[in-house]
């Protein structure tokens, strides 16, 4: 700085550099350069898609069963990306289309990033995904169009499953790389923490760490679960706070009478609190991640997994008084 008596260039010369990075930042944030410290809730309801599978079985049926499936398809439903149903070639066409979707609606995108090397490798309902190099592209063709107005979970049950299936190091690599990425393209993202009856606060806290949540809002946890709400804010609370209070979302499509400890389309399970946003310590929203209806797989008399289960679908709708 100019001494006493004296005055010096350099504050403007400074300031030319530090009105570009103004500028620039700026015009990152509107393009969607990054949105990991705000609520992407706050301000905007999630989105409603007019072309899910709940919508499409809504068509097809007739009298009070027609209205239930009607009202369900329009309650806000993250879109679910896999590398089975949307190709590296195709899978960026989908997000820009849905982002595209979104964003004339003035709403907020959910998607779940769920096609990692061995995916569902203890369950096996839902297994597949891509190799390692493959999974890398598939997540960059996503980061390219997702945008700064969507949200994004990632990898369901990946960290809660590395363990067992002998995943660990594999599995921290390519989250961490996915997460940044994701970050980087401008979507907020949480990184999937398991669900209440899983792990331990402590030993989610460490591999979330470990696999880059600090490029992220924070977490998700009961991803397609059926914990209770005030089971899961315990659980999510905890791990919050061994991360310094890191934000998260809860999905609470099918959690409205708790759980009875089986994760595979159980009955006797109900529609849990629909979507919204909070301002309750580090929870950012409730949300409908899992869409109510798809299957979990091939049990509990259930159909494929992800296949949209008009029976089960009408099930948890009565159950939870609709």
């Given at each position: 700085m100019s001494g006493a008596g004296r005055r010096s260039r350099l504050p403007f010369l400074v300031a030319i550099p530090?009105?570009?990075?103004?500028?620039?930042?700026?015009?990152?944030?509107?393009?969607?350069?990054?949105?990991?410290?705000?609520?992407?809730?706050?301000?905007?309801?999630?989105?409603?898609?007019?072309?899910?599978?709940?919508?499409?079985?809504?068509?097809?049926?007739?009298?009070?069963d027609r209205q239930v499936l009607e009202r369900l398809a329009a309650v806000p439903q993250a879109k679910w990306l896999t590398p089975e149903a949307y190709p590296v070639g195709e899978v960026g066409g989908v997000v820009a289309k849905v982002a595209a979707q979104a964003r004339a609606a003035e709403r907020t995108p959910v998607f779940v990033v769920y096609g990692i090397t061995d995916r569902d490798c203890s369950g096996g309902q839902s297994s597949g995904g891509l190799p390692a190099d493959q999974y890398t592209q598939w997540?960059?063709?996503?980061?390219?169009?997702?945008?700064?107005?969507a949200a994004v979970v990632v990898e369901p049950d990946a960290l809660a499953t590395a363990a067992e299936c002998g995943q660990g190091a594999e599995r921290t690599n390519l989250l961490r790389t996915a997460v940044k990425t994701l970050a980087d393209g401008g979507a907020t993202v949480y990184l999937d923490a398991g669900h209440a009856s899983?792990?331990?606060?402590?030993?989610?806290?460490?591999?979330?760490?470990?696999?880059?949540?600090?490029?992220?809002?924070?977490?998700?946890?009961?991803?397609?679960?059926?914990?209770?709400?005030?089971?899961?804010?315990?659980?999510?609370?905890?791990?919050?706070?061994?991360?310094?209070?890191?934000?998260?979302v809860t999905d609470t499509g099918r959690n409205g009478a708790g759980s009875n400890g089986e994760w595979c389309n159980p009955d006797g399970r109900a529609l849990g609190r629909e979507p919204a946003a909070s301002d309750d310590g580090a929870l950012d929203?409730?949300?409908?991640?899992?869409?109510?209806?798809?299957?979990?797989?091939?049990?509990?008399?259930?159909?494929?997994?992800?296949?949209?289960?008009?029976?089960r679908a009408l099930a948890l709708a009565r159950a939870a008084g609709w």
């Open positions: 530090v009105v570009l990075f103004v500028v620039v930042f700026v015009a990152a944030r509107l393009a969607g350069g990054g949105s990991q410290d705000s609520n992407p809730f706050a301000d905007r309801a999630p989105f409603v898609s007019t072309d899910s599978a709940g919508a499409g079985a809504a068509s097809t049926a007739s009298g009070d997540v960059d063709r996503i980061a390219e169009q997702v945008g700064g107005d899983w792990t331990a606060p402590a030993d989610m806290a460490s591999m979330l760490k470990a696999a880059g949540v600090d490029d992220a809002r924070g977490f998700a946890t009961n991803v397609a679960g059926y914990e209770s709400a005030a089971d899961e804010k315990v659980y999510a609370d905890a791990v919050s706070a061994a991360l310094g209070g890191a934000h998260y929203a409730y949300l409908w991640i899992k869409p109510p209806g798809e299957s979990d797989g091939t049990c509990g008399g259930g159909p494929a997994a992800g296949t949209f289960w008009t029976e």
